[in-house]
Nanobody, 124 residues
């Protein structure tokens, strides 16, 4: 069983940066794409970014493109989400998710393992 654990959330002013980290315990990095999603109160969980198992394929939501960067280090089974130029509308609980396939997907239904989430709050 794969356990996904996120860390790195917090409170930051608009224009600031945060770095989220995700570790998937018990997984096989070379076989698992990893994505980040977020959810605000009253809204559905939405796709943010995804990286393939090899790291060679990456996609971003239009709303974060150019501001967020996803990366992975398979040697330590960790995926990072670097978030720069943060805006108040980025405020949400951020979830890391892993899937049992190496290719990228953007649908919440394509991911098999989810973390508990980490709160990101951006003040104006």
């Amino acid at each position: 069983q794969v356990q996904v654990v996120e860390s790195g959330g917090g409170l930051v002013q608009a224009g600031g940066s945060l770095r989220l980290s995700c570790v998937a315990f018990g997984g096989t990095p070379s076989r698992s794409a990893v994505g980040w999603f977020r959810q605000s109160p009253g809204k559905e969980r939405e796709f943010v970014a995804v990286v393939s198992a090899s790291g060679g394929s990456i996609f971003y939501a239009d709303s974060v493109k150019g501001r967020f960067t996803i990366s992975r280090d398979n040697a330590v089974n960790t995926v990072h989400l670097q978030m720069d130029s943060l805006k108040p509308e980025d405020t949400a609980v951020y979830y890391c998710a892993a899937r049992d396939r190496p290719n990228t997907e953007t649908s919440v239904h394509a991911f098999d393992y989810w973390g508990q989430g980490t709160q990101v709050t951006v003040s104006s």
